[in-house]
T-cell receptor
Framework: TQLLEQSPQFLSIQEGENLTVYCNSS?????LQWYRQEPGEGPVLLVT?????EVKKLKRLTFQFGDARKDSSLHITAAQPGDTGLYLC???????????FGKGTLLTVNP | GAGVSQSPSNKVTEKGKDVELRCDPI?????LYWYRQSLGQGLEFLIY????????KSGLPSDRFSAERTGGSVSTLTIQRTQQEDSAVYLC???????????????FGPGTRLTVL
């Protein structure tokens, strides 16, 4: 059973387009993180959201945590080739140190 | 660099051989994690260390997998009698674990790509 479902699994767009990727679960998470992973490297943390309904912005990236803390979205405005990578969401439950990762969304932004 | 380092970066081995994968966490980070990332899969938790102890080994797939950490620093993941299904990227991450809670940033190494022929 995959606790965190990410969609779409693959996304290929042109430079300048907007996109949204989703991270959904039937479970409640106390916090949720988004990571980006480039080929040959480990994931790098982009953001942590902890409050239901929270919205965080990181330049052209907007992250939202659902009101019920079961889902999250990542919206990228005016995508650039440098945004290409695997986007992973990861949730933590209660005081558990263990993160549960989704399978990721592989984004390709074509120039 | 002051990041997490892993060695080797690539390892090709024959089925049935033993392999050792090494992780050097960021200096001062007390918590250390091992994950496995297979093609098309997310990160699969293997084991968690707090200092030298491993309070959670629940993700180790079988008794062929073991890990240790010495001096609260370097960790080694050992896979005995490797099988083809062990082929994956093995990632290590460390966190400072400065206090209670679960929103620590995990700093990942670049991973070791293991191929079992």
């Amino acid at each position: 059973t995959q606790l965190l479902e990410q969609s779409p699994q693959f996304l290929s767009i042109q430079e300048g387009e907007n996109l949204t990727v989703y991270c959904n679960s039937s479970s409640v998470f106390s916090s949720l993180q988004w990571y980006r992973q480039e080929p040959g490297e480990g994931p790098v943390l982009l953001v942590t959201v902890v409050t239901g309904g929270e919205v965080k912005k990181l330049k052209r990236l907007t992250f939202q945590f659902g009101d019920a803390r079961k889902d999250s979205s990542l919206h990228i405005t005016a995508a650039q080739p440098g945004d290409t990578g695997l986007y992973l969401c990861a949730g933590a439950r209660g005081s558990n140190y263990k993160l549960t990762f989704g399978k990721g969304t592989l984004l390709t932004v074509n120039p | 660099g002051a990041g997490v380092s892993q060695s080797p970066s690539n390892k090709v081995t024959e089925k049935g051989k033993d392999v050792e994968l090494r992780c050097d966490p960021i200096s001062g980070h007390t918590a250390l994690y091992w994950y496995r990332q297979s093609l098309g899969q997310g990160l699969e938790f293997l084991i968690y260390f707090q200092g030298n102890s491993a309070p959670d080994k629940s993700g180790l797939p079988s008794d062929r997998f073991s890990a240790e950490r010495t001096g609260g620093s370097v960790s080694t993941l050992t896979i005995q009698r490797t099988q083809q299904e062990d082929s994956a990227v093995y990632l290590c991450a460390s966190t400072p674990r400065l206090g209670r809670g679960n929103t620590d940033t995990q700093y990942f190494g670049p991973g070791t790509r293991l191929t079992v022929l």
